[in-house]
């Protein structure tokens, strides 16, 4: 499951909701019990699940769909190269600042930017206790915002190494409103099932 | 009171789809013909009639229709909202009758033209937002084809008004005009409804939509006649061509009904 895919998913279902109503997303979600037995966050992280059922319902117009449910999350703006995504989805933006608010998970998230090592290593780098340390970064796991890329052997056992998912963040106001806008590093926007589809619509 | 609306909600839906249109096709044609009969042994007008409040009572209620179906889909920006503007353009529909017979019977004054008219051209730029709305998010870009076809049946509707009404059109120039501005309008609307049957065509709303463009075709039929008929002079309110309203105002809530169904 591609982490930056997960941390759009719970902001994809609101969208649904808005644009169609809480009746078809629970239609569109009886569907997809039925024959899946996916309920809709999972199925949104199974994204192929959501397109076919989507297509069932909507035909070909599903793409269409798609689309206004991912231009309604976030738009995406090339700078120096680099794709910088700013996060239109209050759920989603709230979620970044709240973590961003908070001092020691923005000290790990900063250190996660440029480093992917282990817990251990993280907490101790950030000079952050233990005792509360690994109940922080569990939160930003649960949330997507810190995830697990690659394994490190340690006296037979194999350690996941942990990164943030961003390689850069910029929260600034304008007109009165936070924009947050992220650059996702490169490996995880080249996997995302979503951003094929920003990609595909782009051209 | 929960319990109870659930457990008939419940049998509404257990009802296959087909016995539930033919329940509704032959309601709808049994009330059109039940209530032509009964216009044809209605005494003749002098005072408020039944018909009269059979007249108000179909769009007041196919608009309240409208009204709860937007509710239900909490008023989000396709589905609900685009059916509320059809419930509000039913409205002014409903108002414009209600202006119709506020100058038969209090101002005792012709309501043909009149300030009624207003209202009733008002229901049409709202199921133009309607189809559009809907269009917008569901259609995929109109092809030259659907833009021909839907064009032609647009021209077609007007050319068929104009050809009834050329022989008789220079004795009452002013009904001539408001009826050509009625009939593009109602034009227009059907040809967009044209294009929305094609947005709709391979989706599971494909039949609601396809009821809805039904019931806009009654509509048109209803304006060219109506219109053809004030400008010879001819129409009465015993006359069937009041059917057509009465069946395509039906033909919504029916719509209504399906589009709830297959969501």
């Known amino acids: 499951m591609n982490p930056l895919d997960a941390l759009l998913a719970e902001a994809l279902s609101s969208v649904i909701k808005k644009n169609l109503g809480a009746r ?64 239109q989805n209050k759920e989603l933006a709230e979620l970044v600042l709240e973590s961003f608010g908070n001092k020691e998970k923005r000290k790990i998230l900063e250190y996660s930017f440029t480093n992917s090592t282990t817990l251990s290593k993280i907490l101790k780098s950030c000079e952050i206790p233990k005792s509360s340390g690994y109940r922080l970064i569990n ?23 942990y990164t943030s998912i961003f390689n850069g963040l910029d929260i600034h106001i304008k007109d009165n409103t936070i924009v947050v806008n992220c650059l996702f590093k490169k490996n995880f926007l080249k996997n995302s099932y979503i951003m094929k589809l920003v990609h595909n619509e782009n051209n | 009171m929960r319990h109870k609306r659930g457990f008939a909600f419940s049998k509404f839906k257990k009802i296959s789809n ?95 033209p009149s300030f009624a008219d207003l209202f009733y051209f008002l229901f049409y730029p ?7 709305r809907n269009i917008q998010y569901f259609g995929e870009k109109v092809s030259k084809s659907t833009k021909i076809l839907s064009g032609a049946i647009g021209i077609g509707i007007v050319g068929i008004f104009v050809f009834l009404t050329y022989s008789d059109f220079k004795n009452s120039l002013f009904s001539f005009y408001i009826g050509l501005f009625f009939i593009i309008s109602t034009a227009v609307t059907m040809s967009f409804a044209i294009i929305g049957v094609k947005a ?25 006649w109506y219109y053809y008929l004030e400008i010879n002079q001819l129409y009465s309110y015993k006359h069937p061509v009041n059917m057509f309203w009465i069946a395509s105002f039906g033909f919504i809530v029916y719509a209504m009904l399906k589009h709830l169904r297959t969501m």
């Not at chain 2, 709202?126 to 559009?132: A, E, Q, T, W």
């Not at chain 2, 709709?200 to 009654?218: A, H, M």
Request: proline fraction near 1%; glycine fraction near 6%; charge should be negative.
């Open chain 1, 139 to 161: 939160e930003l796991i649960q949330r997507g915002l810190l995830v697990a890329d690659s394994y490190v052997s340690d006296e037979g056992k194999e350690i996941s190494r």
């Open chain 2, 200 to 224: 709709f065509w391979q989706t599971v709303l494909s039949s609601s939509w396809l009821i809805i463009t039904v019931s806009l075709l009654l509509f048109v039929v209803g304006d060219v």
């Open chain 1, 24 to 87: 078809t997303l629970k239609r569109i979600e009886k569907r997809l019990q039925e024959k899946y037995g996916y309920t809709m966050t999972m199925s949104i992280k199974n994204f192929h699940t959501l397109d076919a059922t989507l297509r069932e319902f909507f035909g070909p117009t599903a793409d269409r769909i798609e689309k206004d449910f991912v231009n309604g999350i976030f738009g995406t703006d090339t700078k120096n190269g680099d794709m910088w995504i700013t996060i």
């Open chain 2, 126 to 132: 709202f199921v133009v937002f309607h189809i559009h």
């Open chain 2, 18 to 112: 087909k016995s539930f249109d033919c329940i509704l096709i032959l309601a709808i044609v049994f009330l059109i013909i039940s209530f032509q009969a009964y216009l044809f042994f209605e005494e003749v007008k002098k005072d408020f009639l039944v018909s009269d409040t059979i007249y108000l009572a179909v769009p007041l209620f196919t608009s309240i229709v409208c009204f709860c179906t937007a509710k239900s889909y909490g008023f989000s920006d396709v589905f609900g909202k685009s059916i509320f503007a059809l419930g509000i353009g039913i409205f002014f529909y409903f108002l414009g009758e209600v202006t119709y017979l506020y100058y038969e019977y209090t101002i005792e004054a012709d309501p043909y």
